[in-house]
């Protein structure tokens, strides 16, 4: 085993914040002493190791040692006795002195967290150690295990620090929807689950059904990417396409129109290019302010039609997270789609009556809608 005392001790002495001097005084030795002995000059007697190790709260194995063989067998010592203990309480306090012991070593933090997660429906005991938890994630936000510690604490939490954890989750990737989704999980609320878990699916939907296909591949391309987008979002009303998604749906059709005209596909992009301006109008006018979105694949939710809130089947509003859409509010996406010279698959048709009357209906909407 190498020895590491010097090292070692300097590192627990400046983690406990004080000078040389003091730890001098609280062991009786003299200042000189402590010094020699971080510089590695020299070791204490044999007698003082103990009372070092108690001060610093570790074993006099972990203040002599601090290498990897040390510390593999310590973890594999640490998880062969927590995998025989069965009471809570008992795992945690085990894994909080393990914790004490490596200060420095975070996965002990992570195994605390993990602990506490998984007893969060037991609320008196997760509020005993919820001090100490919140320190450690404190620190570990500092690390790599960051998403880990953000996903534990957001399940763990009180409702009242709940949005603080929130806020530090980025709205892509590792999202907010995953940690309340997970929050439901720990607190074996199946109902609450069933909704976040809806609610995650609609916003994850939303998000890939709204990737672009490069232009650059051309509209042969971009007409079958579109026309798969398009039934997909069919098949979330058994054929028809639910009310909350029309106004995606629209977007969509006149986007797959664009490429149909630039395929040379008259017969088709017109039929759809209509559909498209009629689905505007019909979502633009319809008083219905909460929308079916597809029925049990999205948990029984509606969405307004600006995609903000989604409503569970008892009436309660749950906030929509990085959805990235084409809503009813955006009506000014489509005015531009019709209208920007980039898109050139619609200049064949641009100074026809029929389009030129369907750029009128959308400019009336988008001005309507910014008055409002």
Known sequence: MNLNFAENFKKYRKQKGITQERIAEELGVSGQSVSRWEL?????????????????????????????????????????????????????????????????????????????????????????????????????????????VIQAMSAICDDCELDRWLDLAPYTGFSRRYCLNNRASAKNDHKLWYIQNGLEMFEHFADLLDRRCPDPMGSQIKSRFQLDVMKTIRSFGNGEVPDGWKFFYAYKQLVYAACLFGNGEYAEAWKNFDSGIEMCSYIFYLEDEWLDIGGALFSELKVNKSWTYAMDKEGNKHKLFAVHHISFSEIEIIYSLLTNPRWAWFDSVRNTEKYKHAVDVIKEMADKNAEN
Do not use: H
């Not at 062969?80 to 069965?86: A, E, F, I, Q, R």
């Not at 008992?90 to 506490?116: A, H, T």
């Open 40 to 148: 590695g000059v020299c070791y204490p007697d044999l007698e003082l190791l103990p009372g070092i190790a108690n001060y610093f709260g570790i074993s006099i194995d972990i203040l002599l040692s601090n290498d990897k063989d040390s510390r593999e067998k310590a973890q594999n010592e640490f998880y062969k006795v927590l995998n025989s203990m069965t009471e809570s309480e008992k795992r945690i306090e085990f894994i909080l002195e393990y914790c004490r012991k490596y200060p420095d070593d975070d996965s002990y933090c992570v195994c605390l967290m993990n602990e506490i997660v998984y007893w969060t429906s037991e609320d008196k005991a997760v509020e005993r150690y919820m001090p100490i938890v919140r320190k450690k994630a404190e620190q570990l936000l500092q690390t790599d295990k960051r998403d880990f």
